[in-house]
């Protein structure tokens, strides 16, 4: 096979991810620990395996099919450090819940390595294969606590919704592949361009990719599956929809729009500018009413897909970097902020309701600190690593000439500012409702000071990883 070195990382993986299955199957109850193990084992080799791809020449495997390049390569390694981070806080949520432990991991494998191939898809099919096989972990990992209703109920509502997109998505795709006769992507760039004849065509499929993108995203209008799906399952599988899989989407929404349908982006920056707009205005709104911290920080996630959509409204490298930078930072940033959920969520007990919240400096000073810098940063306040990543993507769309959309998303961010300033005072002013201390593990707290500590230097000091986002866009 042509190329299929640049193809190892994922190869590893789904070795490792079947050997984690089959190991899993003969562990004895008290020998549960080792599947934890395991699977940290494989994602730390495939990210020695990633990195060690970043500033390689460009090139493509499996008849085109597969790429790497600059954006690639990165984009996998953030995604499978901030795996590794979450794994490591969820670690004692599900076993304190009796969750299927073998089970968790090995889905949580299997998903990440979905998100690697969507990070490297230069194919429709590729693309679609990617993203189906890291929805399949996501429905069953929401499903996993079978005890609890709401996890039922959220998984149900996840896999209707979910299939509806992918439905919506591959219908765009084969509208696409009928006007241009491909499913390669540089070919379907290079048939848009130099022929208008499967142009209406294709509109007409971007249409309907664009509708898949935004419910893969919870977009608005197309967000009303996050709320549920965020408070419903376990808090564990949330941390994890709420991190990797952004930066992941983020990766297919280049691929497919920017390096297959460029030509049409006068058509889809409109869109986009639309579903940028609602998403600020929706998602930071209705977060100010929730007293469910999981749904606050759901409609969080909506609005800030709203911030990373308008570095896509600039369409040009500018925008595409700062898009890529705000992934980025807000994947390992929403890590931190669920990673303190988790501290708190002991004993089979959840953290959900903002009272929950109250007095934890005094409970715990070190996730209270953490939880504060991860606030301060969402909501984009100097120096943290938020306020660098809003800035830039603000900056490109206003040289794009929509000045309009970053007035309404600077007015909103000010109003989203109350709902995580709220959570801040009540962590630092308000009495605990339970005084008890808060404990966590050794490994844990390690784990909660090194990213609370990167989103602050990575506010003070986002040249590096702004310069790589730069390089990824600049060929």
């Given at each position: 096979?042509?190329?299929?070195?640049?193809?190892?990382?994922?190869?590893?993986?789904?070795?490792?991810?079947?050997?984690?299955?089959?190991?899993?199957?003969?562990?004895?109850?008290?020998?549960?620990?080792?599947?934890?193990?395991?699977?940290?084992?494989?994602?730390?080799?495939?990210?020695?395996?990633?990195?060690?791809?970043?500033?390689?020449?460009?090139?493509?495997?499996?008849?085109?099919?597969?790429?790497?390049?600059?954006?690639?390569?990165?984009?996998?390694?953030?995604?499978?450090?901030?795996?590794?981070?979450?794994?490591?806080?969820?670690?004692?949520?599900?076993?304190?819940?009796?969750?299927?432990?073998?089970?968790?991991?090995?889905?949580?494998?299997?998903?990440?390595?979905?998100?690697?191939?969507?990070?490297?898809?230069?194919?429709?099919?590729?693309?679609?294969?990617?993203?189906?096989?890291?929805?399949?972990?996501?429905?069953?990992?929401?499903?996993?606590?079978?005890?609890?209703?709401?996890?039922?109920?959220?998984?149900?509502?996840?896999?209707?919704?979910?299939?509806?997109?992918?439905?919506?998505?591959?219908?765009?795709?084969?509208?696409?592949?009928?006007?241009?006769?491909?499913?390669?992507?540089?070919?379907?760039?290079?048939?848009?361009?130099?022929?208008?004849?499967?142009?209406?065509?294709?509109?007409?499929?971007?249409?309907?990719?664009?509708?898949?993108?935004?419910?893969?995203?919870?977009?608005?209008?197309?967000?009303?599956?996050?709320?549920?799906?965020?408070?419903?399952?376990?808090?564990?599988?949330?941390?994890?929809?709420?991190?990797?899989?952004?930066?992941?989407?983020?990766?297919?929404?280049?691929?497919?729009?920017?390096?297959?349908?460029?030509?049409?982006?006068?058509?889809?920056?409109?869109?986009?500018?639309?579903?940028?707009?609602?998403?600020?205005?929706?998602?930071?709104?209705?977060?100010?009413?929730?007293?469910?911290?999981k749904r606050m920080l759901a409609y969080s996630t909506i609005s800030h897909v709203g911030f990373l959509l308008l570095g896509m409204v600039a369409a040009n490298p500018e925008g595409y970097s700062a898009s890529m930078f705000y992934a980025i930072t807000y994947a390992f940033t929403t890590l931190a902020a669920f990673g303190v959920l988790l501290v708190l969520s002991r004993n089979g007990e959840e953290a959900v309701m903002l009272d929950d919240l109250s007095g934890l400096?005094?409970?715990?000073?070190?996730?209270?600190?953490?939880?504060?810098?991860?606030?301060?940063?969402?909501?984009?306040?100097?120096?943290?690593?938020?306020?660098?990543?809003?800035?830039?993507?603000?900056?490109?769309?206003?040289?794009?000439?929509?000045?309009?959309?970053?007035?309404?998303?600077?007015?909103?961010?000010?109003?989203?500012?109350?709902?995580?300033?709220?959570?801040?005072?009540?962590?630092?002013?308000?009495?605990?409702?339970?005084?008890?201390?808060?404990?966590?593990?050794?490994?844990?707290?390690?784990?909660?000071?090194?990213?609370?500590?990167?989103?602050?230097?990575?506010?003070?000091?986002?040249?590096?990883?702004?310069?790589?986002?730069?390089?990824?866009?600049?060929?």
């Amino acid at each position: 096979m042509d190329n299929l070195h640049l193809a190892t990382p994922e190869i590893f993986m789904l070795f490792a991810s079947c050997a984690v299955l089959v190991v899993d199957l003969f562990l004895k109850p008290g020998q549960r620990h080792m599947t934890y193990w395991l699977t940290q084992g494989s994602l730390l080799i495939t990210l020695l395996l990633t990195y060690g791809q970043v500033g390689d020449t460009a090139g493509t495997a499996f008849s085109g099919a597969y790429t790497v390049d600059g954006m690639s390569a990165v984009l996998k390694s953030w995604i499978l450090l901030i795996a590794i981070g979450g794994f490591v806080y969820t670690r004692d949520y599900i076993k304190d819940r009796e969750i299927a432990n073998g089970e968790y991991y090995v889905l949580g494998l299997f998903g990440v390595m979905g998100m690697m191939i969507m990070t490297s898809s230069n194919n429709l099919l590729t693309i679609y294969l990617g993203l189906e096989l890291l929805a399949l972990s996501l429905y069953a990992m929401v499903a996993l606590y079978r005890s609890n209703a709401d996890a039922s109920e959220a998984a149900m509502k996840y896999f209707v919704l979910g299939a509806l997109a992918s439905g919506m998505l591959l219908y765009g795709m084969s509208m696409v592949y009928g006007s241009t006769g491909s499913l390669d992507l540089a070919t379907i760039s290079q048939a848009l361009t130099t022929s208008d004849a499967g142009s209406t065509g294709a509109r007409f499929g971007l249409t309907f990719i664009i509708v898949g993108l935004a419910f893969k995203l919870g977009a608005v209008p197309f967000h009303m599956w996050v709320p549920d799906v965020y408070d419903g399952a376990p808090t564990s599988v949330t941390l994890y929809i709420s991190t990797a899989p952004k930066i992941a989407a983020f990766a297919m929404i280049i691929r497919l729009l920017v390096d297959g349908l460029e030509v049409l982006s006068s058509d889809w920056t409109l869109m986009f500018a639309i579903l940028a707009a609602l998403s600020l205005v929706v998602g930071n709104l209705l977060a100010i009413a929730q007293q469910n911290i999981k749904r606050m920080l759901a409609y969080s996630t909506i609005s800030h897909v709203g911030f990373l959509l308008l570095g896509m409204v600039a369409a040009n490298p500018e925008g595409y970097s700062a898009s890529m930078f705000y992934a980025i930072t807000y994947a390992f940033t929403t890590l931190a902020a669920f990673g303190v959920l988790l501290v708190l969520s002991r004993n089979g007990e959840e953290a959900v309701m903002l009272d929950d919240l109250s007095g934890l400096f005094r409970r715990n000073a070190l996730a209270a600190t953490v939880m504060m810098v991860a606030l301060i940063s969402l909501a984009g306040v100097p120096p943290l690593v938020g306020f660098y990543a809003k800035l830039s993507v603000l900056k490109a769309v206003i040289s794009a000439g929509y000045v309009w959309l970053a007035v309404i998303a600077v007015i909103m961010s000010v109003v989203g500012a109350f709902y995580y300033l709220r959570a801040i005072k009540m962590m630092f002013f308000d009495d605990p409702v339970d005084s008890s201390e808060v404990p966590a593990r050794m490994d844990v707290n390690a784990t909660l000071a090194v990213n609370g500590l990167a989103v602050v230097v990575l506010g003070i000091f986002p040249g590096w990883i702004m310069a790589v986002c730069v390089r990824a866009f600049a060929g």
